[in-house]
Each structure stands twice: as structure tokens, then as C-alpha cells.
């Protein structure tokens, strides 16, 4: 099916590092979202953008949707070992029943 | 805020026999539901949208009669797996969407391991 470019596909960073990650699409997005997925759980919304230029910030956590709304990036400054997870974009068409469009993830990795 | 509780969160069946997964949101009325499948290290698969009182919308390749869906009401919606068999084996995740505006509550999952 269809899916957005998420990258990086795995960060390994030092404790107290800033962490950036992105994804983009050819196609145009109402929504965009970013989730984290920590094992054996489902993922959990971390921010969610829904006009094009929107930066929003959640504590350390910062994401912006694109101007042409075809890409999203997310930031997560001076990173802590509960950091450590599996962090999702995902999409929402134009036109659509709320169904989302995934990334495959990036896998954050901090150093011990 | 929006709870989307999902039960069981693990369960080990043998090959042959039919499982049920449940869905609810807790505090929220939901008229579209979404169920997923998640192979490890790999991003959420959707399998089908659920949608109260119609039948469910399966994404292709997904074999409605295998994955029975079930979205009685506005808090609940069901996945049960059919003759399942060990290639079944895998994390099923259901979310809900709300009726106004966008919600995108996950449930916690249920590791399915088909034995």
C-alpha cells in the first residue's frame, strides 16, 4: 500500500542529543501526525498538525507541517532514555474516511 | 482524554480455531474504527475499516472471511480470526475515529500467537 518516506530508518544518539526525523510524500496531506510505539504496545499520539506551515510544540517535542503539505518533520531536543521507541508519521488524504497513510518508523537508539 | 481500551492483549490459540479481539473506546463515541496488523520491526499494516452499523471495508489482499469484523455500536467493534493458523501469527492494533473533528486513539494491541 501506499506509504510515506520516513527517515532516518534508526538514530543512535547520545543522551542529551537533539534528535530530528522527517517524512515526506508526493501526495498532499490534510493531517499529519507523529506517533511513538514503545514494544508490544500500540502507538501513541505525540503531536498532531493540521494546517500547512503549523509548527507545534508538546514539552520537548516539536513538529511542523510543510508548506506544500507534503512533508512534516519532527524534534525532539535534549533526548532522555524514556525516548528510547519507535516514532511513526502518518498521514491523512484529502477526501478520506480518517484513514491514515504510515511511515515505516525510525528507531531511536540512545547510547548508554 | 480519548481511551481506546483493547482486550486480550495476548492470546496463544491452536491452529483451527477462531479468535476474538475486542475494541472499545471509553470515552467517546466512535463511528469509524480501524484495525491494523503489525509485523515485527515493520510499520502498522491497515486490514480494514470498520464502520458502525455497515459492513467493513477491507483493504486488498485481506481476506474478509478469514478476518471477521463487527462494529455494533458506537463504542465497540470486534476483529475475530477465523480458522486461524500459524501464519496469522502477529499484532493486531485497533484505533478509533471520532464523529467530530479527528481522533486517532490507538489501542494497546493483542499479540496473537497461533500455535
Known amino acids: 500500500g501506499q506509504q510515506l518516506n520516513q527517515s532516518p530508518q534508526s538514530m543512535f544518539i547520545q543522551e542529551g542529543e537533539d534528535v530530528s526525523m522527517n517524512c515526506t510524500s508526493s501526495?498532499?496531506?490534510?493531517?499529519w501526525l507523529w506517533y511513538k510505539q514503545d514494544p508490544g504496545e500500540g502507538p501513541v499520539l505525540l503531536i498532531a498538525?493540521?494546517?500547512a506551515g503549523e509548527l507545534t510544540s508538546n514539552g520537548r517535542l516539536t513538529a511542523q507541517f510543510g508548506i506544500t503539505r507534503k512533508d512534516s518533520f519532527l524534534n525532539i531536543s535534549a533526548s532522555i532514555p524514556s525516548d528510547v521507541g519507535i516514532y511513526f508519521c502518518?498521514?491523512?488524504?484529502?477526501?478520506?474516511?480518517?484513514?491514515?497513510?504510515w511511515g515505516a518508523g525510525t528507531k531511536l537508539i540512545i547510547k548508554p | 482524554g480519548a481511551v481506546v481500551s483493547q482486550h486480550p492483549s495476548r492470546v496463544i490459540c491452536k491452529s483451527g480455531t477462531s479468535v476474538k479481539i475486542e475494541c472499545r473506546s471509553l470515552d467517546f463515541q466512535a463511528t469509524t474504527m480501524f484495525w491494523y496488523r503489525q509485523f515485527p520491526k515493520q510499520s502498522l499494516m491497515l486490514m480494514a475499516t470498520s464502520n458502525e452499523g455497515s459492513k467493513a471495508t477491507y483493504e486488498q489482499g485481506v481476506e474478509k472471511d478469514k478476518f471477521l469484523i463487527n462494529h455494533a455500536s458506537l463504542t465497540l467493534s470486534t476483529l475475530t480470526v477465523t480458522s486461524a493458523h500459524p501464519e496469522d501469527s502477529s499484532f493486531y492494533i485497533c484505533?478509533?475515529?471520532?464523529?467530530?473533528?479527528?481522533?486517532?486513539?490507538f489501542g494497546s494491541g493483542t499479540r496473537l500467537t497461533v500455535v
Open positions: 484505533s478509533a475515529g471520532q464523529t467530530a473533528g479527528i481522533g486517532y486513539t
Open positions: 498538525l493540521y494546517k
Open positions: 501526495s498532499i496531506f490534510n493531517t
Open positions: 502518518a498521514g491523512q488524504l484529502r477526501d478520506s474516511n480518517y484513514q491514515l497513510i
